[in-house]
């Protein structure tokens, strides 16, 4: 499902955005960039909004320069979300157990071409998958950014590295919620956990912000040291 801030402020989109490429993986348009021969991959897995917006793959490059090889597929086939359509009816045509499959084929296809671990960063929608794959051996460690729905039974059934960014203004994924889930992540002493809850931000602020916001742009930039940190630690 799609909480109401999780289709505000509508981000920039631009197909030819960014310095990677744009190419088929696992049966996926996959905007690619970084190192082709590097063992270490990340894959991103987008909002609603998709794998064109230019934030998104300014983050992705960014990941990229740290020696990682970044794949940020099209989970959505071309239909990603827009102000026009109504947001149950879209999760329904895309839903996250079908985005975790999708994922799965991506992760085999980037492990047939040598790719030795695998980490997984999801925005919103794209937590709810992450938090899916994060329950199977094919990932090394993952980091879900304002994610979507997210149970308790889920995250009891978390095997891998798991990290959480909230935000404290999000009425989908509130702080509570995210108290509750790092509690209970923290019970499981045999998975490495951080939980953080950014404060004076809303839903989507790792990447739906404006740049000439200088709090926005700075807690932003934040969160994506975090996801470099998180990444840097399990994926090496």
């Given at each position: 499902?799609?909480?109401?801030?999780?289709?505000?402020?509508?981000?920039?989109l631009s197909s030819t955005y960014?310095?990677?490429?744009?190419?088929?993986?696992?049966?996926?348009?996959?905007?690619?960039?970084?190192?082709?021969?590097?063992?270490?991959?990340?894959?991103?897995?987008?909002?609603?909004?998709?794998?064109e917006v230019q934030n998104l793959r300014k983050l992705a490059d960014k990941i990229a320069d740290s020696g990682f090889l970044v794949v940020v597929p099209d989970f959505y086939y071309g239909d990603q979300y827009t102000p026009e359509k109504f947001g149950e009816i879209w999760v329904k045509?895309?839903?996250?157990?079908?985005?975790?499959?999708d994922a799965k084929t991506v992760i085999a296809a980037l492990k047939a071409k040598g790719v030795s671990k695998v980490g997984v960063a999801g925005f919103c929608w794209g937590g709810m998958v992450a938090v899916r794959l994060a329950k199977f051996d094919c990932i090394d460690a993952a980091i879900l950014l304002h994610p979507g729905w997210i149970t308790v039974e889920q995250i009891?059934?978390?095997?891998?590295?798991?990290?959480?960014?909230?935000?404290e203004n999000d009425d989908f994924c509130t702080p509570d919620l995210l108290k509750h889930l790092g509690d209970t992540l923290s019970a499981k002493a045999e998975v490495d956990c951080f939980v953080?809850?950014?404060?004076?931000?809303?839903?989507?602020?790792?990447?739906?912000?404006?740049?000439?916001?200088?709090?926005?742009?700075?807690?932003?930039?934040?969160?994506?040291l975090d996801i470099l940190n998180w990444f840097n630690k399990h994926i090496k």
């Open positions: 499902m799609l909480g109401p801030h999780c289709t505000e402020n509508p981000p920039t960014g310095s990677g490429s744009v190419e088929e993986i696992g049966g996926l348009k996959s905007y690619v960039t970084g190192n082709q021969h590097s063992k270490l991959a990340i894959l991103m897995i987008a909002d609603a909004f998709g794998y045509a895309h839903s996250p157990d079908k985005g975790c499959e009891n059934e978390v095997k891998t590295p798991l990290a959480i960014l909230g935000a953080k809850i950014f404060p004076g931000v809303g839903h989507g602020w790792t990447k739906r912000y404006n740049d000439d916001d200088e709090s926005a742009v700075q807690s932003a930039q934040e969160s994506h």
